[in-house]
Each structure stands twice: as structure tokens, then as C-alpha cells.
């Protein structure tokens, strides 16, 4: 069983700057960020293989969005800026031993999930 903590969220004006933290219990293959406003489905954000730091992002958020690591602290990273009103939502960390599929933003690959942190940019 893998744990995630999650951190960072918060209140923040559209053109503004977040950044998450997720630590993880134990190191593991592929992490990942979603996000899910009410009333809507949970979507992927970004990702990434432990192993190399290879990245994902979802179009939504590329150019905007960094998602790093720190392997000794088994935490990782979502930088957030430009934010817009539309990135508003509850921020979940994600874990996964394995890729079973080909999409590591796909929720159905992840079957170790944090809390979660609210995240609410105004306009």
C-alpha cells in the first residue's frame, strides 16, 4: 500500500502561481496529477515515470504546467502558473506500480490516490 499527502493548494487571482506537493510513502513507477471540478469528471494532468522523469501533460495545461521530482524524497511537483479560472478544482495525487495501458493520464491506470487539495483561481 502506497500513501500520498498532498500539499500546496490555495486561493490565487487568474494569472497567478501554485504549487503542489505530493510525498509518497514509498517510491513507485508513475505519479501523476488530476484535477476534478464539480460537477465533472476526474481528468488527468499531468504525469511522469520515476525512472527517468519522462513527463505527460494534458493540452489544457501545456506551457503552463511543470510537473518535477525529488526521487530522494519521493515527492513530486506540480508548478502552476498562468493560472486560469478554469483550472479550478480539487487536485488529486495519483500512484501506480504499472502502465497497463498506453496512457498514463488515463484515471483507470492509478489505484493509489491522495486526499486531494482544492485549488480556486478567480477572475
Known amino acids: 500500500q502506497v500513501q500520498l499527502v498532498e500539499s500546496g493548494g490555495g486561493s490565487v487571482q487568474a494569472g497567478g502561481s501554485l504549487r503542489l506537493s505530493c510525498v509518497a510513502s514509498?517510491?513507485?513507477?508513475?505519479m501523476a496529477w488530476f484535477r476534478q471540478a464539480p460537477g465533472k469528471e476526474r481528468e488527468g494532468v499531468a504525469a511522469?515515470?520515476?525512472?527517468?522523469?519522462?513527463?505527460y501533460y494534458a493540452d489544457s495545461v501545456k506551457g503552463r504546467f511543470t510537473f518535477s521530482q525529488d526521487n530522494a524524497k519521493d515527492t513530486v511537483y506540480l508548478q502552476m502558473n498562468s493560472l486560469k479560472p478554469e483550472d479550478t478544482g480539487m487536485y488529486y495525487c495519483?500512484?501506480?506500480?504499472?502502465?497497463?495501458?498506453?496512457?498514463?493520464?488515463?484515471?483507470?491506470?492509478?489505484?493509489?490516490w491522495g486526499q486531494g487539495t482544492q485549488v480556486t483561481v478567480s477572475s
Open positions: 495519483a500512484a501506480a506500480r504499472r502502465l497497463d495501458g498506453y496512457d498514463p493520464l488515463k484515471r483507470d491506470e492509478y489505484n493509489y
Open positions: 514509498a517510491h513507485i513507477y508513475l
Open positions: 511522469i515515470y520515476t525512472t527517468g522523469g519522462r513527463t
